[in-house]
């Protein structure tokens, strides 16, 4: 028998056994596409999450009081302020800018400032660090580098915010480790034990195949066809899944948490890489199983 022959064979064999296992296949299926649901789900939420944290990173700025009795020149100080390590953009207040900042704050009682002197007010740098630099140690760091400067009068950042903010960061990070390996595992099991369900129904057909001659790629070529055809249909579960799902959970949400469920890639790029993944689970799935068994 030919190559293509062989091939055409196997195929029509798969599909097949599909048919005979229609329920087992549809199991496998549907526990392909909703655990890459689930995983993907945790993916973007915790994407969507970082992102979010990370913004508040432009938070964690340093503020820098420029002497009185330094004359104001902005571009050479700005010039200095770009030498330390770990500034990543900074902007010059005037002390008239700052005098207006403080009566924009203090709107409907501006009267406190009558007669209150624009020299009262020092002119400073707010600095935004770069995102290597906002933990507790590197900020305190930044600061002491930027208090060395000749003609900086005081330098001001919030240390409890920074240690806060640092701390959620390594808090994310592990527990997205922490949840993600869960996550894999649990996937990775799931289908394993379900693909096996498939194999053990048809042993009794590959110890016949295998007494009459049939090599391993023989046998393993069909759950390899069914491992392929199982994961693109659990691709599109899992896509549909995901849609369907988030449809229903922004009615659910609320508006200042919806981020949270945004899609942090384009469609065609989700689609393409679930079902991708799906059929990967699949044959990987199918392959490891029937390579179990046939060393049995």
């Not at 046998?219 to 849609?243: C, D, H, N, R, T």
Request: glycine content about 8%; hydrophobic content about 50%.
């Amino acid at each position: 028998m030919s190559g293509g022959a062989n091939l055409l064979y196997m195929l029509s064999d798969s599909l097949r056994c599909a048919r005979e296992n229609v329920m087992t296949a549809v199991l496998t299926a549907f526990t392909i596409g909703f655990s890459l649901a689930i995983f993907a789900i945790f993916l973007f939420v915790s994407i969507n999450l970082n992102g979010f944290i990370s913004t508040w990173g432009d938070k964690t700025h340093v503020v820098v009081y420029v002497k009185d009795n330094v004359a104001s020149d902005p571009e050479k100080f700005g010039e200095s302020l770009k030498r330390v390590p770990g500034v990543n953009s900074f902007t010059y207040i005037s002390r008239e800018a700052a005098l207006k900042e403080l009566r924009d704050e203090l709107k409907g009682h501006e009267s406190i400032l009558e007669g209150v002197d624009t020299n009262l007010l020092p002119a400073s740098f707010e600095i935004k660090l770069g995102s290597a630099y906002r933990d507790s140690d590197r900020v305190r760091g930044v600061a002491d580098n930027l208090k060395r400067l000749p003609w900086v009068d005081e330098v001001q950042y919030s240390r409890e915010w920074v240690e806060k903010f640092a701390s959620l960061i390594r808090f994310m990070e592990l527990a997205a480790l922490v949840i993600g390996v869960f996550l894999a595992a649990a996937t990775v099991f799931i289908v394993s034990n379900t693909v096996r369900l498939a194999v053990y129904a048809r042993r009794e057909e590959i110890e016949i195949m295998r007494l009459i001659g049939a090599s391993d790629t023989y046998v393993k070529v069909p759950f390899f066809m069914e491992g392929v055809m199982q994961g693109v249909v659990g691709g599109l579960i899992s896509f549909a899944v995901l849609a369907v799902g988030r449809y229903l959970m922004l009615d659910n949400v609320p508006q200042y948490f919806r981020f949270a469920l945004d899609v942090p890639f384009p469609a065609p790029a989700v689609f393409s890489v679930l079902v991708l993944s799906g059929v990967l689970m699949g044959v990987a799935g199918s392959l490891v199983t029937v390579g179990r068994f046939l060393k049995t």
